[in-house]
């Protein structure tokens, strides 16, 4: 039943023709909308496209990298691509490190790795991943309005 109002949305939407959707299934709200309003004791609290390019992503990426150890000045310099929101080491010392990065779109991710290989910094694994439905709605409406 799912995928056939999906399929209905999506050839309204096609012809022109604006739906709205209340729904708190957030993955299904994920999959049929373009644009998605939360609306928090009868306001608008905030409003957000899906489906875009990450690069128009009010959220951007988030990135995630494991490395080895840190050289001097590599956080500064992954500070340059954006917001650094967590560093720390997911291990002994010496072993892995954990970053996190709010950037813009995914066109500096080779940039981010050149940077940190230039500085002599093992790069592991770098994880880019839009910011969720569901992060957002925690985000916008706050824990209370959490399920359950």
């Not at 990426?61 to 000045?73: D, F, I």
Request: net charge negative; with cysteine.
């Amino acid at each position: 039943g799912r995928l056939m109002v999906r399929d209905i949305i999506h050839e309204l939407r096609d012809r022109g023709t604006a739906v709205f959707l209340n729904s708190h299934l957030l993955g299904e709200v994920e999959a049929t909308c373009d644009r998605v309003v939360f609306i928090k004791a009868g306001r608008t609290v905030h409003e957000l496209k899906l489906g875009s390019r990450p690069e128009a992503d009010p959220g951007g990426l988030e990135v995630e990298l494991r490395t080895g150890p840190l050289a001097v000045g590599a956080l500064e310099a992954l500070a340059a691509f954006g917001g650094v929101a967590g560093s720390a080491a997911a291990g002994p010392p010496g072993d892995v490190h954990v970053t996190r990065l709010r950037i813009g779109g995914e066109a500096v991710l080779p940039a981010i790795a050149r940077t940190l290989v230039e500085r002599g910094v093992a790069l592991y694994e770098m994880r880019a991943a839009r910011k969720s439905l569901e992060a957002w709605f925690l985000e916008v409406m706050g824990d209370e309005q959490r399920p359950g």
